[in-house]
């Protein structure tokens, strides 16, 4: 693979990633099959112009030939209006948080609902979310406490499921997550997304755990 071919590869994949679409949403949106797709982010398919060009406008790209001696100047424009750099502090709680949720699907793996916060977490490295970081530190406090709750729970018995009331709350956050990368995919202006007022996990604590 050519290292412009790579590039073309890594726009596509980090624009769709971007604007919170699965590989089967792009699928829908183009008809180019989500195997296809798979393969062509991994680099293991040739990608054909008409896909190419199916699946950049779907995502809002354009395909332009331009002189070699004004890549430059379109370089520049491309930056100027491609997504802002995640705020450091913002990428560290991030990465904290997709950590917290990748011990939990360890203990849990099949509990779809963690696999829908991974994504619109993953989601949010690609978003400007510098000033909604108070509102994703919301959304990351119960994950992270039901990741403490989990691994001070000496019963295996106990720890085989969580608690439906935990469920319930992380399909919430879930929620909230997806509505907050819809806001920022789209820029629209920030409303109250966040779930209701947390219950305390440590007062259920008792109840649940023993």
């Known amino acids: 693979m050519t290292y412009a071919t790579q590039d073309i590869i890594d726009a596509l994949k980090s624009t ?10 792009l699928s829908a949106r183009t008809g180019v ?4 797709i798979s393969k062509i982010e991994s680099g293991g398919a040739d990608i054909r ?39 450091v502090p913002a990428l560290k709680e991030l990465n904290r948080t997709l950590d917290t949720l ?16 991974q994504n619109s977490f993953r989601a949010f490295k690609n978003l400007n979310i510098g000033k909604e970081l108070e509102a994703v530190r919301e959304l990351a406090k119960p994950i992270r406490e039901i990741q403490k709750l989990t691994e001070s729970n ?10 439906a009331e935990q469920i319930k709350f992380l399909q919430e956050a879930a929620r909230s997550a997806q509505a907050l990368r819809n806001q920022l995919v789209h820029d629209i202006p920030q409303t109250t997304i ?15 755990h023993g």
């Open 194 to 208: 966040l779930p209701r007022p947390a219950y305390r996990l440590d007062e259920d604590e008792g109840d649940d």
């Open 33 to 36: 099959p989500q195997s296809h």
């Open 16 to 25: 769709r990633e971007a604007k919170g679409l699965s590989q089967r949403a």
């Open 154 to 163: 000496r019963d295996i018995a106990k720890a085989a499921s969580l608690p």
């Open 49 to 87: 112009l008409s896909s190419l060009i199916e699946l950049a406008r779907a995502l809002d790209l354009e395909l332009k030939l331009v002189p070699r001696k004004a890549l430059p100047a379109v370089n520049n424009v491309v930056r100027s209006v491609g997504p802002s750099p995640v705020p």
């Open 102 to 117: 990748k011990r939990l699907r360890t203990a849990y793996p099949d509990l779809s609902v963690l696999t829908q916060l």
